[in-house]
């Protein structure tokens, strides 16, 4: 149900983009990107509800990342700004429905994820 595009290499200070497109999103889903580094737990990067465009970020990308969604569309976007080596990982779109707000940031509360797209920044 979801595929992540737009990863790549870039050097630091570069900009990224990337995109999930979504087979199917109810009115309740929360959408979510993750990252996972190797060796590393998937961590938390960004989350958007699709009911109220309310945006939660991980602290390590505030004021460098943007989450943005096209409900027409059925696309969730990843901005990423002034890329750090640090933001290397493999970056996971997710989706889950009835999310509370206290379980954003926990990747067991997604139930559906894409298969990822990876993301390299050399220094």
């Known amino acids: 149900q979801l595929q992540a595009s737009g990863g790549g290499l870039v050097q630091a200070g570069d900009s990224l983009r990337l995109s999930c497109a979504a087979s199917t999103l109810s009115f309740s889903t929360t959408t979510a990107w993750f990252r996972q580094a190797p060796g590393k737990e998937r961590d938390f990067v960004a989350a958007?509800?699709?009911?109220?465009?309310?945006?939660l970020y991980a602290d390590s990308v505030k004021g460098r990342f943007t989450i943005s969604r096209d409900n027409a569309k059925r696309t969730i976007a990843l901005q990423m700004n002034s890329l750090g080596p640090e933001d290397t990982a493999v970056y996971y779109c997710?989706?889950?429905?009835?999310?509370?707000?206290?379980?954003?940031?926990?990747?067991?509360?997604?139930?559906?994820w894409g298969p990822g797209t990876q993301v390299t920044v050399s220094s």
């Open positions: 958007i509800s699709r009911r109220s465009g309310t945006t």
């Open positions: 997710a989706a889950g429905d009835r999310i509370i707000s206290s379980r954003i940031g926990v990747a067991d509360a997604y139930d559906y």
